[in-house]
T-cell receptor, first 115, second 115 residues
Framework: KQEVTQIPAALSVPEGENLVLNCSFT??????LQWFRQDPGKGLTSLLL?????REQTSGRLNASLDKSSGRSTLYIAASQPGDSATYLC??????????????FGKGTKLSVIP | GAVVSQHPSRVICKSGTSVKIECRSL??????MFWYRQFPKQSLMLMAT?????????EQGVEKDKFLINHASLTLSTLTVTSAHPEDSSFYIC???????????FGPGTRLTVL
């Protein structure tokens, strides 16, 4: 059974700092990995998707890497801003097939960026 | 990205009542709908997967007679929590699949509180 772990559970940084969020998964047979942002009481906003054949994806100040063989992914946020404060979730989907889009989530990292 | 709506966004009900949650995929035909729930400070957990026109598949530990899923059309799926109890209080969120996107998108979620 796939398990996804995110470290740290919570992180507080001063504005402007660069930071890294970590995600690990136990079964490397994944189809893709996706990073989401969740604001309190809200749904999920997709940030980045990395296909299993890819090593990294970038969007603006965000960069996500994937090391499938070791079961790890990182989300790098550059020049953090107070508006980045949210819970960041990592999720993986199994190998392509009927359940390709069925996601297993980590518990998330709650990020607070202090002005 | 995909546009997904959920209604209601928040509901408070008495124990023993039934609550229906609607999820609409507004810009593509969702052949598959995933329903997740999230307890406080926990991961999103997959409850069930439904394919349009067929019965839903429930994850282990999820009672199919308690959580009724209807996916009668390609743009609408409903989750009915029957005879709700306080332990059913959670954040319920849908995720349609089958569109032109590789990434998964989610509805804004429904916060259910059972008194």
């Amino acid at each position: 059974k796939q398990e996804v772990t995110q470290i740290p559970a919570a992180l507080s940084v001063p504005e402007g700092e660069n930071l890294v969020l970590n995600c690990s998964f136990t079964d490397s047979a994944i189809y893709n990995l996706q990073w989401f942002r969740q604001d309190p009481g809200k749904g999920l906003t997709s940030l980045l998707l990395i296909q299993s054949s890819q090593r990294e994806q970038t969007s603006g100040r965000l960069n996500a890497s994937l090391d499938k063989s070791s079961g790890r992914s990182t989300l790098y946020i550059a020049a953090s801003q107070p508006g980045d404060s949210a819970t960041y979730l990592c999720a993986v989907s199994p190998n392509s097939g009927a359940g390709s889009y069925q996601l297993t989530f980590g518990k998330g990292t709650k990020l607070s960026v202090i002005p | 990205g995909a546009v997904v709506s959920q209604h209601p966004s928040r509901v408070i009900c008495k124990s023993g009542t039934s609550v229906k949650i609607e999820c609409r995929s507004l810009d593509f035909q969702a052949t598959t709908m995933f329903w997740y729930r999230q307890f406080p400070k926990q991961s999103l957990m997959l409850m069930a997967t439904s394919n349009e026109g067929s019965k839903a598949t429930y994850e282990q530990g999820v009672e199919k007679d308690k959580f009724l899923i209807n996916h009668a059309s390609l743009t609408l799926s409903t989750l009915t929590v029957t005879s709700a109890h306080p332990e059913d209080s959670s954040f319920y969120i849908c995720s349609p699949s089958g569109g032109p996107y590789n990434e998964q998108f989610f509805g804004p979620g429904t916060r259910l509180t059972v008194l």
